[in-house]
């Protein structure tokens, strides 16, 4: 009811009598009745026009649209003049006081974006005043998303777009990430005032209706659902009678078991504004999302075929999130159908403590060889690092001395599990086989290996020899027989029984006992009944780290807590830092890092600059640790308590953050280890401590522990444990390790394993920038993520060359890059004098090239002041304290933002893995691809390398991984900008503008037809 002729009368009917009875009605139905607000449009002719005389202006349409009020002629409400509006507002909050009095329970205003948002604050706020449940729905399909983010300061909903999503965009999880937070978003199966959706599938209309009530039920917070769409009504919701409806009723289609479906489904996710999702999978069929609200998380399946059902993997898909169904999720999910998971935090695998591995050197005394498995890091000595999620890839050679068949079987476990799971692998070529299987959980795995000869399979390989030779096969069949026999003892009851079945069988003739000993059936039950006397290998175990998603994929943010404040002259503190949060968040950061937040020493203490010359206000660098206050598990005092600490902590975890904290071992001079325990340092022969040096830097303000003093091992090392194990326990799960390279292997080996065998999402990230193998070793012994010499690659060989590299075993099997643009020691060369376009091309190369990259704040509004000669930061913030203007003008913090969008929304920027350099036949482009397994769908980027000048150059578009001919078609995303269009050929021509944006990013979708 729009009410625009009269708001006291409906068809001749008193309105008040109207909804008094239709919210009785709804109420004793355990139903809300809302009704349509329409506050900007009168009848000209109405009471309602004339009740209000000189609030109104001539209405005028520049297009029909049929989702406005129709009318014969309509005046429009005159908002813009001060005194008509001193006398609409108080009308309608009277006017939505008396209807509240009624029984209605909301309203949806039409038209909301023809009227101000404070007008409608005004108008609502009385309602609200009486009952503060009182709700309010803008009706504003189309409008931009930054209107409808903006009326989520006055109303408790918006419309949803699904109504036009197509079930394969991230556009639609984008659009709802970024209106949640402000308020909630109803979807429509379809537009309610346009023509009703026409069926997108001529194979059942039907079930396309289905498959659009699921899409708006359960990708948003509420649903309407227009009347008749339950029953394929065809005529328009708004042109619609009594008889259309009952005509529609008695039809072929009834939706209404799978309206109660989804209207239980949307039941079981939390309510109200704050929600986020995130695409797992659109694919051409399923589709599946997480979605999240505080702590509960719900999984959504959505099968957009029309035809077929589909069997998806909760399991798989939930792993990688650390989750899992809270019942079991097995399911077939029919066509065209929705369901909500509930999930719950998966168990991680408790791990034992490290243990030396076995000898696996008596492999070369067994006949039976197996070679050359993989993926193994040194021979096992140390884990391969995978992601949970993720199915490893085990390849082997396996041979053996003579013309036996061979066969073989995977084998692999948790680290708290005692039964092996197993797959039979398949031979491929050249003795080489494989197989694979799936890490479902957090923590330590291992795999291995077995082989055995045989027995049935040779026979079965000379038995067709012989035959098609046309030899006599009596000593044959006898030999069959007695194999058949033997095997019955080891055989399962299922198995014996068909074993049996075919022995009784033999001895008709040799031509029919050849074909039944050659039976498939009886083929697989002795493949399952195999004694397998001589098998191999299965004490060769390799072990695997399945660590959580942010090992592989995470984006960092750095800041120093001291200097978030608006004055050099007050000290930052972590409630400050709580401020930061949202901004933080919002650029689409997963880990906020600090440096060290320890208390700082005097003694040496540096200055501005690094000054030896300090003023009594200079604060010092954090990485000077240790004073009276506490050591490295104290709290710097004017940083805050470690009440304050936690509360952080918690708050971060809130807004989807995680908290990093730099783990560096290092002292002050006035560190209380130095006096309570002097055993663990290497005290000069004159009594003073060297303190330490990375030439031609100096540090002076700090010394060193020693690791093998006479005191160190093992109370020191202990000691350490204990300071992370403390961070660990107040909901610390991420450290970066301050230049571990100087520090033993042995060491973090111990410590790392240590910490894991409790909670194996613990991450550590090496700060390492030093040789190659030491970086690989670091990352052998137990460091998750690593820095990376990106700082300093920057032409096209050199990064083609090093991203080659660690694409490749044994870098991909241990190290996983971590792309910093900058740090506070290292203000890189390139940015120094290349502006703007420079910052924005590091950034593209780190956001795109690696799963892991990370900024240091400064960057964002792209600083760059250095002290001459050096990639050092003039005025560093290791030394002062640097307030920010966060909004300063030129800032990158849009193309942040969307890099981190687009990582978030396509799996195949999730990691430094999978990449492909394409040409781009100029030098100062780089071009590149990247697609994760198992997607039909190939993310290309170029960068234009030179920040001064413009560059074009041809490009080789790689239709043939898409098993497409050169003059092929492909469909084609710009992920920045948004633009669709198809690349027609393998060779394009593309231009790259620094002044503009230097890089571009597109989506290659894989045509149906395309071989995959």
């Not at 394929?232 to 072929?252: K, N, Q, T, W």
């Not at 798989?316 to 369901?339: H, K, W």
């Not at 090392?717 to 390790?737: K, M, T």
Request: net charge negative; with cysteine.
């Amino acid at each position: 009811m729009f009410l625009t002729h009269d708001v006291a009368s409906v068809d001749g009917q008193d309105a008040a009598t109207l909804i008094r009875d239709l919210a009785d009605a709804c109420r004793n139905a355990g139903l809300q009745l809302w009704i349509d607000l329409a506050v900007g449009r009168a009848d000209a002719g109405g009471p309602l026009a004339a009740q209000l005389p000189g609030c109104w202006i001539e209405h005028r349409r520049d297009a029909l649209d049929p989702r406005e009020i129709l009318s014969t002629k309509e005046v429009a409400a005159a908002f813009g003049d001060g005194e008509a509006c001193r006398r609409l507002i108080p009308f309608w909050q009277d006017q939505l006081l008396e209807w509240q009095d009624l029984g209605i329970s909301g309203v949806r205003c039409h038209a909301a974006q023809a009227v101000s948002l404070e007008i409608w604050r005004q108008i609502l706020a009385p309602a609200r005043q009486a009952d503060p449940r009182f709700q309010a729905w803008a009706w504003m399909p189309g409008a931009p998303r930054q209107e409808r983010i903006a009326a989520g300061g006055v109303f408790d909903f918006v419309p949803s777009s699904v109504a036009w999503w197509g079930g394969r965009e991230p556009w639609l999880i984008e659009e709802y990430n970024a209106v949640a937070p402000s308020a909630g978003l109803i979807g429509c199966p379809e537009d309610p005032f346009s023509a009703r959706r026409p069926a997108m599938s001529a194979v059942s209309p039907t079930r396309n209706r289905q498959r659009a009530l699921m899409d708006a039920a359960l990708l948003a917070d509420g649903w309407l659902m227009p009347m008749g769409y339950e029953f394929g009504m065809e005529v328009p919701f708004l042109h619609a009678e009594a008889e259309d409806f009952g005509e529609a009723s008695r039809g072929g289609t009834d939706l209404q078991e799978a309206v109660i479906e989804a209207n239980r489904a949307l039941a079981s996710i939390p309510a109200g504004p704050g929600g986020s999702m995130r695409a797992l999978e659109l694919g051409q069929d399923l589709d599946i999302i997480l979605r999240s609200h505080a702590s509960a998380r719900q999984l959504v399946l959505l099968n957009q075929d029309l035809v077929s059902a589909v069997a998806p993997d909760v399991a798989l898909a939930t792993a990688r999130l650390g989750v899992e169904p809270v019942e079991d999720a097995s399911l077939e999910l029919p066509p065209a159908e929705g369901r909500v998971i509930s999930l719950k935090d998966r168990l991680a695998v408790t791990a034992a403590a490290p243990a030396t591995l076995d000898d696996s050197g008596r492999l070369e005394s067994q006949r039976i060889a197996i070679e050359a498995v993989s993926p193994v890091v040194d021979d096992g000595r140390f884990p391969v690092k995978r992601s949970v999620g993720d199915l490893v890839e085990v390849t082997a050679d396996i041979f053996s001395d003579g013309h036996e068949v061979l066969a073989a079987e995977l084998l692999w476990q948790a680290g708290d599990e005692t039964a092996w799971s197993r797959a039979p692998m398949r031979f491929v070529v050249n003795d080489r086989w494989h197989g694979h299987f799936p890490l479902l959980r957090m923590g330590r795995h291992r795999f291995a290996v077995e082989a055995w000869w045989s027995e049935f399979g040779t026979f079965r390989r000379d038995l067709v020899k012989k035959r098609d030779a046309g030899l006599d096969i009596a000593l044959e069949v006898r030999e069959g027989r007695l194999i058949l026999e033997t095997f019955i003892g080891t055989a399962a009851p299922e198995d014996r029984a068909v074993i049996e079945d075919h022995l009784r069988r033999l001895g008709a003739s040799q031509s029919e006992d050849a074909s039944v000993l050659l039976a498939e059936p009886l083929d697989a039950a002795m493949t399952r009944a195999d004694p397998k006397p001589h098998a191999t290998g299965a004490d060769m175990t390799f072990p695997v780290e399945a660590d959580r998603e942010a090992a592989a994929f995470s984006s960092w943010y750095e800041l120093f807590p001291r200097s978030i404040t608006d004055t050099p002259a007050r000290h930052g503190t972590f409630r400050d830092v709580i401020g930061r949060l949202p901004a933080v968040k919002a650029m689409g950061f997963d880990v906020l890092y600090f440096p060290p937040i320890h208390p700082i020493g005097k003694t040496n203490r540096k200055g501005r600059n690094n000054t030896l010359t300090p003023s009594s206000t200079d604060p010092g660098s954090p990485y000077a640790i240790g004073s009276g206050d506490g050591g490295h598990d104290a709290i710097h005092p004017e940083l805050g308590s470690r009440e304050d600490f936690r509360a952080l902590v918690r708050q971060a975890a809130d807004h989807g953050l995680e908290i990093a904290l730099d783990f560096a071992i290092q002292c002050s001079p006035d560190h209380p280890w130095l006096t309570q325990h002097p055993g663990w340092f290497q005290w000069r022969p004159d009594g003073s401590m060297r303190y330490a040096e990375n030439p031609p830097k100096k540090y002076q303000d700090i010394v060193n522990v020693d690791f093998y003093a006479g005191d160190a091992v093992p109370e020191l090392w202990v000691a350490l444990r204990d300071v992370v194990q403390g961070w660990v326990d107040e909901g610390v799960r991420i450290f970066r390790v301050d230049n571990p390279h100087t520090k033993p292997f042995p060491f973090w080996e111990w410590l790392i394993a240590d910490i894991r065998s409790r909670d194996p999402g613990v991450l550590f990230l090496a700060e390492a920038f030093t040789r190659p193998k030491v970086m690989y070793r670091l990352g052998k012994v137990g460091f998750s993520q690593s820095y990376t010499y990106f700082t300093w690659r920057n032409t096209k060989a050199e990064l083609t060359a090093y991203l080659t590299e660690l694409n490749q075993a044994p870098a991909s099997d241990v190290f996983r890059p971590h792309f910093f643009v900058n740090t506070p020691d290292i203000n890189p060369a390139f940015l120094h004098q290349s502006g703007r376009p420079g910052f924005l091309i590091r950034a593209a190369l780190a956001a795109t090239l690696s799963g892991l990259w990370g900024v240091y704040s400064g960057f964002e509004l792209c600083e760059s002041a250095a002290i001459p000669g050096k990639e050092e930061y003039l005025d560093s913030e290791k030394y002062e304290i640097r307030p920010r203007d966060w909004q300063a003008p030129g800032n990158i913090i849009a193309e942040i933002t969307r890099l981190n969008l687009i990582r978030r929304s396509h799996r195949a920027l999730q990691s430094h893995l999978g990449l492909t350099f394409y040409n781009a036949f100029n030098d100062n482009i780089l071009y590149f691809g990247k697609r994760a397994p198992g997607r039909g769908e190939i993310i290309l980027v170029a960068v234009n390398l030179d920040p001064f000048n413009a560059h074009s150059a041809a490009v080789e578009v790689p239709l043939w991984e898409f098993g497409l001919a050169d003059d092929a078609a492909v469909e084609v995303e710009d992920l920045m900008r948004g633009h669709r269009f198809s690349w027609h050929g393998k060779t394009q021509t593309i231009h790259l503008d620094p002044s503009d944006t230097p890089f571009s990013i597109w989506r290659l979708s894989a045509p149906e037809s395309a071989s995959l």
